[in-house]
């Protein structure tokens, strides 16, 4: 009978330490893919433009991305419509604002309609995606370049209506610290969706 619990117990503790070593292998699997996969960003971040704000913008997602390519592109793409987005709204109300001067009042109305203009671009694109597949992926992907182009082209003529002297202040600086970062996020979404394509070609 002590036999038998003995060899029960010696059981248990085998079946327990068996789990143990595997839920600390599986632990520590994750998070060396984890590692791997934030430091395919980093990687590929230090290729375009503003290579800190291109990581600090995509680390979040290292689970989804992993490292795909095409997921990054994709999860870039998807940043740069999202704060297309919120500026684009931010940029609505702020033109709604009083005490603007007629030079202020019209830079923010051309530059709300550009925003709008690079938002439906932006969209464009990200419809495009999945499209990018077999003997279409050269020409959609000159497609989503091409929108991508365009939507980066808004933003700097945006920016360009709030030069100069006549638009000094807050307003001035607030504009362009927004449409900058949306421009910064763009071109390197744009940087990381030409490294795709070039894997391709």
């Not at 600390?24 to 960003?41: D, K, M």
């Not at 071109?187 to 490294?195: C, E, F, K, Q």
């Amino acid at each position: 009978m002590e036999g038998s619990s003995s060899t029960h117990l010696a059981t248990i503790l085998l079946i327990c330490l068996s789990l143990t070593h595997f839920s600390t292998t599986a632990t520590a699997a994750r998070a060396l893919s984890g590692a791997t996969n934030a430091e395919f960003i980093r990687t590929s971040c230090s290729t375009t433009t503003y290579p800190k704000l291109c990581y600090a913008t995509l680390s979040n997602q290292a689970t989804i991305i992993q490292s795909d390519p095409k997921l990054l592109a994709h999860a870039a793409l998807s940043a740069s419509l999202d704060t297309a987005k919120s500026t684009s709204s931010m940029m609505a109300k702020l033109s709604q604002s009083h005490g603007m001067t007629p030079r202020q009042g019209g830079a923010m109305r051309d530059c709300v309609e550009e925003l709008r203009e690079s938002v439906d671009e932006l969209k464009n694109s990200l419809d495009e995606m999945p499209q990018l597949t077999g003997s279409n992926f050269a020409l959609t992907m000159n497609d989503i370049q091409t929108w991508v182009s365009a939507a980066l082209t808004d933003d700097d003529t945006c920016m360009e209506g709030f030069a100069g002297k006549a638009t000094n202040g807050n307003t001035k600086i607030a504009v362009r610290d927004q449409i900058v970062n949306v421009a910064h996020v763009t071109s390197n979404a744009l940087a990381l969706i030409n490294s795709y394509a070039a894997l391709h070609g």
